[in-house]
């Protein structure tokens, strides 16, 4: 039952960070910029990620 509360909370943290999905596909698509507090921002919600899977 462990396992299953760890991937709850794994897919929570993932579904609440779905905009990013949108900023990727704008940069690869529409060839958006970045600017440095949009780079600051997604590394957070990246790191946000690897902290809830521990």
Do not use: H, K, W
Not at 15 to 42: D, H, K, N, S, W
Not at 48 to 54: G, K, P
């Amino acid at each position: 039952m462990e396992t299953a509360s760890c991937l709850f909370q794994l897919v929570t943290v993932a579904t609440a960070l779905y905009p990013m999905i949108a900023v990727v596909l704008a940069v690869v698509l529409l060839r958006e910029r970045f600017r440095l507090v949009q780079v600051i921002g997604l590394g957070f919600a990246v790191a946000a990620i690897v902290v809830f899977s521990l």
